[in-house]
């Protein structure tokens, strides 16, 4: 009877997720005919090699910038949501509103508040550039400068992510015994000691969880590299995923696409994996 | 508190955008004090099928919430009440599906929309996500969180397990069905890369991919392309604050039910 049950949603995970990785690495083995897929070529690991050997963008610049792009946001977003979230952990009216003030960029569309972004960082009209020059600092050139663009989509993202983990991190906060401390704080520690020594080791759970969410989708990440730079200047922005698209819907070489998939597909769950391991030697040795 | 208004910041500044002419200085005043120029949103509205647009969105959006809330139900039911052989192994199959990278399926999901005609139509729109990993852990999360007996007592009356579900489970679990709804809306709502990839007609395409080809098409007209961005966010922004209390409890009880 429970199979019954169940049947609907296995049946659109089987159709649409479970099969389509399967069939991701079986493509990848092709070189792809997207028009007729009769004619595909079976080539074994030549997408692979090709991988290796690709020069405009280089496979391990694009692998490089999503390692930047996810460490980034990976160590930027759970340090600053964890700050924001003790911040904003006492309730009240105000801190009330700023937490929602904080979460709500995270309800926008990438498609919308990237955009808006691209004006922020314009050189003629943009805020950030407008604000540089009334204090006499010079201008980075944003999006414009291979160096820069990359900094300026993470800044971007944090603002639209870190809500939704300081709210995490709120979840965590409010299930922490507060007797440990309230001990702690009869004990004399200070604010500092406290939060090192008490609240944060009761936290890893949670970061644990946030830093897993966290690098999958910013692994993933690809509307606002597509709105902000186009994986541009100069290939400054081309991430796995950018380029992953590109070769697949740009330049229609499919199964050089889907041997793309599976890198990305191999690089996240070795992530994850990794992290969940980390953590299970932290909660043991602690 | 200024780290609120911070982020804050970049929505008034594309309404102040929105309402500013192109020839605008670049003053720090000039960009943020409006300039009360309404034409660039007649200007921006008239470039693109928008009514027709925001319509697919909502119907995309609705139809996945009603697929996604049964499928989880049923199956959130099936894993947290009924007994069966190999329950363990299936919901083990059904969490390992959050591993794999929505990316990754792009591909392969393009090529079985277009073997079975799928491309550039509603259903490639909304079938595909009418089924929840989250929403069927967290149905199955408070079923098992309810006293058993309940559903033991209703058996003995004889309620077939579909009326049970309905007539007991659901009231139950009310707020995983609130959760559920709003995460799925938002989600479809804000989803690009998919329709973008799977649609082509704005007769089928959400607003959102609607929006990124005004901006391909206009680029340069910041003013009406801000415009666009405001009144395409308006609607998700308010039905985000009116409702913002279920979303950021239903994120804190998501992590306050982390364990190591």
Redesign the interface.
């Known amino acids: 009877?429970?199979?019954l049950?169940?049947a609907?949603?296995?049946l659109?995970?089987s159709?649409?997720?479970?099969?389509?990785?399967a069939?991701?690495l079986y493509?990848s083995l092709f070189h792809w005919n997207a028009l007729n897929?009769a004619k595909s070529k079976y080539i074994g690991l030549a997408n692979y090699r090709s991988l290796l050997g690709s020069t405009a963008p280089s496979f391990l610049s694009s692998a490089w910038h999503s390692l930047y792009f996810s460490g980034a946001m990976v160590i930027g977003g759970t340090a600053l949501s964890l700050a924001?979230a003790l911040?904003l952990q006492r309730g009240g009216r105000?801190?009330g509103?700023?937490?929602?003030?904080?979460?709500?960029?995270h309800?926008?569309?990438?498609?919308?508040?990237s955009?808006?972004?691209v004006?922020?960082f314009?050189p003629?009209?943009g805020?950030a550039?407008?604000?540089l020059?009334?204090v006499h600092l010079p201008q980075p050139g944003w999006l414009q400068s291979t160096t820069w663009a990359m900094p300026s989509v993470i800044a971007y993202s944090l603002?639209h992510e870190v809500?939704?983990t300081v709210?995490?991190?709120?979840?965590?906060l409010?299930?922490i015994s507060p007797e440990l401390s309230e001990a702690a704080r009869v004990d004399g520690a200070n604010a500092w000691q406290e939060f090192w020594h008490v609240t944060w080791p009761q936290l890893?759970?949670?970061t644990?969880?946030v830093v897993i969410i966290t690098s999958?989708s910013s692994?993933?990440a690809?509307?606002q590299f597509?709105?902000m730079s186009q994986g541009g200047p100069v290939y400054a922005t081309t991430t796995l995923?950018f380029l992953?698209?590109q070769e697949?819907?740009v330049f229609f070489d499919?199964g050089y696409?889907?041997a793309l998939?599976?890198v990305?597909?191999a690089v996240?769950?070795a992530f994850?994996l990794l992290q969940r391991r980390t953590?299970?030697r932290i909660?043991r040795s602690s | 508190m200024l780290a609120g208004l911070l982020f804050l910041l970049p929505f008034y500044y594309v309404v102040v955008t929105s309402l500013n002419s192109a020839s605008v200085s670049a003053s720090v005043s000039d960009i943020l004090l409006p300039h009360w120029q309404w034409a660039n949103y007649s200007r921006a509205w008239a470039a693109a099928p928008w009514p027709r647009l925001f319509l697919n969105t909502l119907l995309i959006a609705s139809a996945t919430v009603l697929l996604a809330l049964a499928t989880s139900l049923l199956a959130g039911f099936a894993f947290g009440v009924m007994r069966f052989r190999g329950r363990g192994l299936l919901f083990g199959l059904v969490m390992s599906v959050l591993m794999i990278p929505g990316t990754v399926l792009i591909i392969p999901d393009y090529i079985i929309a277009n073997d079975i005609n799928w491309l550039d139509t509603y259903w490639i729109q909304i079938v595909p996500w009418g089924a929840s990993v989250f929403g069927i852990f967290l149905v199955r999360q408070f079923f098992l969180g309810l006293p058993q007996e309940i559903f033991d007592a209703a058996e003995l009356d004889g309620a077939g397990r579909l009326r049970m579900l309905w007539s007991i489970g659901i009231p139950l679990v009310r707020p995983a069905i609130v959760i559920i709804s709003l995460n799925v809306f938002l989600a479809s709502w804000n989803s690009f890369l998919w329709p973008f990839i799977m649609t082509s007609s704005p007769d089928v395409q959400p607003v959102e991919v609607g929006l990124a080809a005004f901006a391909g098409a206009n680029g340069t007209d910041f003013p009406a392309l801000s415009a666009a961005v405001v009144f395409t966010t308006a609607p998700v922004l308010l039905f985000f604050l009116v409702l913002q209390r279920h979303f950021i409890t239903g994120a804190m009880s998501t992590a306050g039910g982390v364990r190591g």
């Open positions: 009877m429970g199979w049950y169940t609907p949603a296995l659109i995970f159709v649409f997720i479970i099969g389509p990785t069939y991701t493509v897929t924001f911040l105000l801190l509103a700023a937490r929602v003030a904080v979460f709500a960029p309800a926008t569309p990438v498609v919308a508040t955009l808006a972004w004006w922020i314009n003629q009209f805020l550039d407008t604000l020059k009334a603002w809500g939704f709210v995490l991190f709120l979840g965590g409010a299930v890893r759970p949670v644990l969880f999958i692994l993933q690809f509307t597509y709105e995923s992953l698209y697949a819907f499919t696409g889907a998939a599976i990305l597909f996240t769950a994850t953590g299970d909660s």
